[in-house]
C-alpha cells in the first residue's frame, strides 16, 4: 500500500506570494492532518480534515488555510507569505479521527520564504 | 492544554549501549505514538502505545496512562539510530507533539 505522499518536496517563495501544498492519504484513510515544524517551535498541529470538514484548528493565523476533496486528498494554503512562515510543513493521514488513532506521515514539504 | 515533555532533551552514545527515552504527559490521552525522525524530516512510526507494552526487535515502549507516563528503549544501539525522537499525544482533536529527545550514536 502506497504511503502518505506530498507535493512539492521542496519551495522557494518570496514574501508577500501565496502557496499551496498538497497531500495524498494512504487509501482508504479519511483523515488528514497538517503539522508545521520549526526549530524554534518544535512540530505544532495546524487542522485536521475528516470527510471534507475541518474538525479543528491550532493556533494559526487565517492566513493558513486547507481544504479536503471527495477522495481525501487535501490541500494547505498560505497567503501573504512572512519570513517566519518558512519551515517544513507535513501531513499525516489516519483511518479515523486524529486524537484516537495512529497517524501516518508523508514525508514533507520544505517551504524557504525570502 | 496538555503539555509534553520529553527528556532528556540530548542524548550521546557510543555503539551498542542502550538507552532510556522518556514522555510525560499532563492529562489523560486517546492516544499516543512514537516517531524517529530521520535527517531529511519523515516521520517513521516506531510505536502506537495508548497504555501497555510491546516490542519491535531492538525497541520497546511502555505507557502507564494512569501516571501520565511513556518510556522508550533503545537496546543495543547502532548509528542508524541516531535522529530525534518524538513523543505524540493525542486529546481534544489535536495530535501534541513533545519537544524531542535528539539521539546521537558514536561507532
Known amino acids: 500500500k502506497a504511503g502518505v505522499t506530498q507535493t512539492p518536496r521542496y519551495l522557494i517563495k518570496t514574501r508577500g506570494q501565496q502557496v499551496t501544498l498538497s497531500c495524498s492519504p494512504i487509501?482508504?484513510?479519511?483523515?488528514v492532518s497538517w503539522y508545521q515544524q520549526t526549530p524554534g517551535q518544535g512540530l505544532q498541529f495546524l487542522f485536521e480534515y475528516f470527510s471534507e470538514t475541518q474538525r479543528n484548528k491550532g493556533n494559526f493565523p487565517g492566513r493558513f488555510s486547507g481544504r479536503q476533496f471527495s477522495n481525501s486528498r487535501s490541500e494547505m494554503n498560505v497567503s501573504t507569505l512572512e519570513l517566519g512562515d518558512s519551515a517544513l510543513y507535513l501531513c499525516?493521514?489516519?483511518?479515523?479521527?486524529?486524537?484516537?488513532?495512529?497517524?501516518?506521515f508523508g514525508p514533507g514539504t520544505r517551504l524557504t520564504v525570502t | 492544554g496538555i503539555q509534553v515533555e520529553q527528556s532528556p532533551p540530548d542524548l550521546i552514545l557510543q555503539e551498542g549501549a542502550n538507552s532510556t527515552l522518556r514522555c510525560n504527559f499532563s492529562?489523560?490521552?486517546?492516544?499516543l505514538q512514537w516517531f524517529h525522525q530521520n535527517p531529511w524530516g519523515q516521520l517513521i512510526n516506531l510505536f502506537y502505545?495508548?497504555?501497555g507494552t510491546k516490542q519491535n526487535g531492538r525497541l520497546s515502549a511502555t505507557t502507564v496512562a494512569t501516571e501520565r507516563y511513556s518510556l522508550l528503549y533503545i537496546s543495543s544501539s547502532q548509528t542508524t539510530d541516531s535522529g530525534v525522537y518524538f513523543c505524540a499525544v493525542g486529546n481534544t482533536d489535536k495530535l501534541i507533539f513533545g519537544t524531542g529527545t535528539r539521539l546521537q550514536v558514536f561507532p
Open positions: 502505545i495508548p497504555s
Open positions: 487509501s482508504g484513510h479519511r483523515s
Open positions: 492529562d489523560s490521552v486517546n492516544n
Open positions: 499525516a493521514s489516519s483511518m479515523g479521527l486524529v486524537d484516537g488513532y495512529e497517524q501516518y
